[in-house]
């Protein structure tokens, strides 16, 4: 784990414990996601319900994230990380139980179906709780010159949990518990991230951040498909702020952006497991590590976009935008056009590689777009976009899939080549940016 600043920071113990919830929460998630599509084929869940828990389990962070971001300043941040904690703890764990029943036969597949719903559905009110208290500690607790690099360090969990969820998730799945097995082991883990909350994080007063601007942001569900787009750093810092509609002129083109660009990214990366596992003959559990390994690749993608490739070429964001654009749509086409595992493995990890240069760019562009005081107001409207691509995306990309299997995919293709020429033929999405209240 990286280290975080010790200059004016909090204690390494509790930064270690902050950045273990939310690895623990988005590796968790992702590594449910590898393992969903062959227990759905095991059990004879159809495909398109298991789009449908993940659009429920989206539609509800999505309302929730913000609500528990205003709760942490009522609250007190330990308590809503433990909230957040807990509620994935319990999810995940009757999770595994609802499974394990369905795969030995002891419940039939439509009772497996709206149990499992229903326990992912804590998940989604919960889970998002942990984020933006998380966030609101380490702004609370650090200084201006350290703050943006501490948040910076601990945003990386989501994407770190992203590779390391799909990565372990095969090798729990062994024994009678089979597929189950990942489950179990995550719910286990929320027990140990628990005590550790309880124990290492001290109790804080509310009352103490009402004079702080800095305050915990939300962010989108993470997914192997994409991990979660959260809000700017520059949001988590500048507090609440302005709310701001998101057909607000300055930043709707974005919006649109990144509306239709996570779409199309849901829409064919929910399918994916579905796609490898027909690829490979239909055995959903010898395909098991095949999937890890593609949404390893994607989730790795997407970090060397993020961690490698934008600091170091340091482009505007029409231009991550446009160039992460063409890049997805190469990919996305690869996927329905390759001949093979390997071809299908790099084909996804360039379209992941694509979204990851093109949504920060979105994110970016609409931060740049608005004054300081407004940080707040734009990372409430990115969440909600952000989440609001997951609600139908992954159940049209699985309903296209049952038709044709890669038709999402052909389609996806096309769909980018036209947001492509939407960000060339808008004039903000051309320009450089700067945010509007800074001297040039």
Same mark, same amino acid.
């Given at each position: 784990?990286?280290?975080?600043?010790?200059?004016?920071?909090?204690?390494?113990?509790?930064?270690?414990?902050?950045?273990?919830? #939310?690895?623990?929460?988005?590796?968790?998630?992702?590594?449910?996601?590898?393992?969903?599509? &062959?227990?759905?084929?095991?059990?004879?869940?159809?495909?398109?319900?298991?789009?449908?828990? =993940?659009?429920?389990?989206? #539609?509800?962070?999505?309302?929730?994230?913000?609500?528990? @971001?205003?709760?942490?300043?009522?609250?007190?941040?330990?308590?809503?990380?433990?909230?957040?904690?807990?509620?994935?703890?319990?999810?995940?764990?009757?999770?595994?139980?609802?499974?394990? /029943?369905?795969?030995?036969?002891?419940?039939?597949?439509?009772?497996?179906?709206? #149990?499992?719903?229903?326990?992912? @559905?804590?998940?989604?009110? =919960?889970?998002?709780?942990?984020?933006?208290?998380?966030?609101?500690?380490?702004?609370?607790?650090?200084?201006?010159?350290?703050?943006?690099? @501490?948040?910076?360090?601990?945003?990386?969990?989501?994407?770190?949990?992203?590779?390391?969820?799909?990565?372990?998730?095969?090798?729990?799945?062994?024994?009678?518990?089979?597929?189950?097995?990942?489950?179990? %082991?995550?719910?286990?883990?929320?027990?140990?991230?628990?005590?550790?909350?309880?124990?290492?994080?001290?109790?804080?007063?509310?009352?103490?951040?009402?004079?702080?601007?800095?305050?915990?942001?939300?962010?989108?569900?993470?997914?192997?498909?994409?991990? %979660?787009?959260?809000?700017?750093?520059? *949001?988590?810092?500048?507090?609440?702020?302005?709310? #701001?509609?998101?057909?607000?002129?300055?930043?709707?083109?974005?919006?649109?952006?990144?509306?239709?660009?996570?779409?199309?990214?849901?829409?064919?990366?929910?399918?994916?497991?579905?796609? $490898?596992?027909?690829?490979?003959?239909?055995?959903?559990?010898?395909?098991? &590590?095949? $999937?890890?390994?593609?949404?390893?690749?994607? %989730?790795?993608?997407?970090?060397?976009?993020?961690?490698?490739?934008?600091?170091?070429?340091?482009?505007?964001?029409?231009?991550?935008?446009?160039?992460?654009?063409?890049?997805?749509?190469?990919?996305?086409?690869? $996927?329905?056009? *390759?001949?093979?595992?390997?071809?299908?493995?790099?084909?996804?990890?360039? /379209?992941?590689?694509?979204?990851?240069?093109?949504?920060?760019?979105?994110? @970016?562009?609409?931060?740049? /777009?608005?004054?300081?005081?407004?940080?707040?107001?734009?990372?409430?409207?990115?969440?909600?976009?952000?989440?609001?691509?997951? $609600? %139908?995306?992954?159940?049209?990309?699985?309903?296209?899939?049952?038709?044709?299997?890669?038709?999402?995919?052909?389609?996806?293709?096309?769909?980018?080549?036209?947001?492509?020429?939407?960000?060339?033929?808008?004039?903000?999405?051309?320009?450089?940016?700067?945010?509007?209240?800074?001297?040039?």
């Amino acid at each position: 784990m990286p280290a975080a600043p010790t200059r004016n920071a909090i204690p390494s113990r509790e930064f270690a414990v902050l950045f273990a919830a #939310l690895l623990l929460v988005a590796a968790g998630n992702t590594a449910m996601q590898t393992v969903l599509p &062959g227990i759905a084929r095991v059990i004879g869940i159809p495909d398109l319900a298991v789009a449908l828990i =993940f659009s429920l389990s989206a #539609l509800l962070w999505t309302f929730s994230a913000p609500y528990w @971001a205003r709760q942490s300043d009522i609250r007190g941040r330990r308590k809503l990380i433990m909230v957040g904690v807990i509620g994935f703890g319990v999810s995940m764990l009757g999770c595994a139980i609802i499974i394990h /029943a369905g795969l030995i036969g002891l419940i039939a597949p439509l009772v497996t179906f709206g #149990l499992f719903a229903g326990m992912r @559905a804590l998940f989604g009110i =919960f889970g998002s709780a942990s984020n933006p208290a998380s966030q609101a500690y380490v702004a609370g607790r650090t200084s201006e010159a350290d703050r943006t690099s @501490a948040l910076s360090i601990l945003a990386s969990a989501f994407g770190l949990g992203t590779i390391i969820g799909p990565a372990i998730a095969p090798l729990f799945v062994f024994g009678t518990l089979g597929l189950a097995g990942p489950m179990f %082991a995550f719910a286990a883990m929320a027990i140990v991230v628990l005590v550790a909350v309880a124990r290492v994080l001290p109790d804080d007063d509310p009352t103490q951040f009402i004079a702080n601007p800095a305050a915990g942001t939300p962010s989108s569900e993470p997914l192997v498909s994409g991990g %979660a787009s959260g809000a700017s750093l520059a *949001a988590a810092t500048a507090g609440r702020g302005t709310r #701001l509609a998101w057909r607000d002129a300055r930043i709707l083109p974005f919006m649109v952006f990144g509306f239709a660009s996570g779409s199309v990214q849901a829409a064919t990366g929910q399918a994916m497991g579905f796609l $490898i596992i027909d690829r490979l003959g239909g055995n959903a559990l010898e395909a098991q &590590g095949n $999937i890890a390994i593609a949404f390893m690749a994607g %989730a790795g993608a997407t970090l060397l976009a993020q961690w490698g490739i934008i600091p170091r070429l340091q482009l505007q964001p029409p231009a991550l935008m446009r160039w992460g654009t063409i890049i997805a749509a190469i990919g996305t086409a690869g $996927i329905a056009m *390759a001949p093979s595992f390997h071809a299908l493995v790099v084909a996804f990890a360039f /379209a992941t590689l694509g979204y990851g240069l093109a949504r920060p760019g979105f994110t @970016a562009g609409a931060s740049l /777009a608005v004054g300081r005081a407004e940080q707040g107001g734009a990372a409430g409207v990115i969440t909600a976009v952000n989440g609001a691509c997951y $609600i %139908a995306g992954p159940a049209i990309g699985i309903g296209l899939y049952t038709f044709i299997p890669e038709l999402p995919y052909w389609l996806g293709a096309v769909a980018l080549l036209l947001l492509l020429g939407y960000t060339l033929a808008t004039p903000i999405l051309r320009q450089s940016l700067q945010r509007p209240d800074e001297p040039s």
